[in-house]
């Protein structure tokens, strides 16, 4: 079981020489991207260098909004827990959207957190001026950004992590200065898993494109199945994870015949296992990407991308060299048929997916990043 608050006057200690980290977040053990990303973090730093708490609530009304937060997941403070990450419980009543600082109503947070305990404070946020940390002046934050376009310039801001540079791009325009911001992109967990669909659906000696999305209409991209339906053959399959029912729908009008839909799942092995399938991980979002995890999970696969031009570029970056990021069915098609055919460029682009994820993707890559900076604050 674990346990929702500590003894704080027990937990620190005159003589701990670590470096001490709090990281904090509304509903901060839930299983969203944002709170998913500072609890990786959270986990994979080194316990013999850091002293990791993380402060969260429960999920609570909005004021001004109908959104329901995601409440928080109990094998995710499980995961926490075990990586030996203290986890200190606060109350908020309601979060009030209708203040442009999206203020705590109700809450005990201050009564509970002391920023004078700490070296550094990490944060998972949009951008905007925003609560507590508009409440928090002398120790140095390191802010980590979700969103584009909202910016501020705090004192006491160390670094501002952006996860691209299309996103630091937006971030410098909206008033965010260049020289106290770093690109880091989010930390992807990737498993051990090597089951495949292959024999399951009679897969061998077929050349296998797909993608996995959430189910949202919003995002349906029709690139990547208008593009397949015109290469596909009885050499050819795709597999569709997930996704939109809008994609359903477009296979049975274009009439394709050589496609799987598997439904929707959270099981990281079943993930891993449609990943395992794949020869080329076939991307596409009507609205883009800022750091795609799919996309990192396809490199660290060793797979080839193929994607598309949308209004966020993030993806374009993360691509590089071990694909191409097309601007139309036409030449998505294009690129699909040098993939299937084109054997050294194949090989190629898959060592070249394979070089980007262990120098940039990779964990390893991303917490030795962050924990500079909180080595390089501490001994500043």
């Not at 001490?20 to 969203?32: D, N, P, R, S």
């Not at 730093?45 to 909005?62: E, G, I």
């Not at 396809?298 to 209004?311: G, W």
């Not at 682009?349 to 030795?368: H, L």
Request: aromatic content about 10%.
């Amino acid at each position: 079981m674990v346990s929702a608050r500590i003894n704080l006057d027990q937990h620190f200690y005159p003589n701990d020489h670590r470096i001490k980290v709090a990281f904090i977040k509304f509903c901060g053990m839930a299983t969203g991207g944002t709170e998913k990303v500072l609890q990786t973090i959270a986990a994979n730093l080194d316990k013999n260098k850091f002293l990791v708490d993380f402060y969260y609530c429960d999920s609570a009304p909005y004021i001004g909004s109908d959104f329901v937060h995601p409440d928080n997941d109990i094998s995710r403070m499980t995961y926490c827990y075990a990586y030996g990450v203290r986890l200190i419980k606060f109350s908020v009543k309601n979060k009030d959207v209708t203040t442009p600082t999206h203020d705590w109503v109700g809450s005990d947070f201050f009564d509970i957190f002391k920023e004078s305990r700490y070296d550094v404070i990490q944060t998972g946020r949009a951008g905007h001026p925003e609560y507590p940390f508009t409440k928090i002046h002398n120790t140095p934050i390191v802010d980590s950004i979700h969103l584009a376009g909202m910016a501020e310039n705090k004192a006491n801001v160390y670094k501002t992590v952006l996860i691209s540079k299309d996103q630091r791009d937006r971030w410098v325009q909206a008033g965010g200065p260049r020289d106290r911001s770093v690109i880091i992109p989010n930390p992807v967990e990737i498993p051990d898993y090597t089951d495949s669909y292959i024999q399951e659906l009679k897969l061998r000696r077929k050349f296998v494109f797909g993608m996995h999305q959430r189910n949202d209409d919003g995002i349906f991209s029709s690139i990547p199945l208008a593009a397949y339906k015109t290469i596909e053959s009885d050499k050819t399959h795709f597999i569709m994870l997930g996704g939109s029912d809008r994609y359903k729908k477009q296979a049975e009008e274009l009439e394709i015949k050589n496609i799987t839909f598997l439904p929707t799942v959270s099981d990281l092995e079943l993930i891993h296992k449609f990943l395992n399938t794949l020869k080329v991980y076939a991307h596409g979002r009507a609205d883009g990407e800022q750091c795609s995890c799919a996309i990192i999970e396809a490199l660290a696969h060793n797979l080839p991308v193929i994607s598309h031009t949308a209004p966020s570029m993030g993806h374009l970056e993360q691509i590089g060299n071990a694909g191409k990021v097309v601007s139309n069915p036409i030449q998505y098609s294009e690129m699909m048929t040098k993939l299937l055919e084109d054997k050294e460029y194949y090989k190629e682009c898959s060592a070249n997916a394979k070089k980007r994820y262990e120098s940039t993707y990779g964990m390893d890559a991303i917490i030795s990043e962050y924990s500079a900076i909180y080595e390089e604050i501490k001994n500043g």
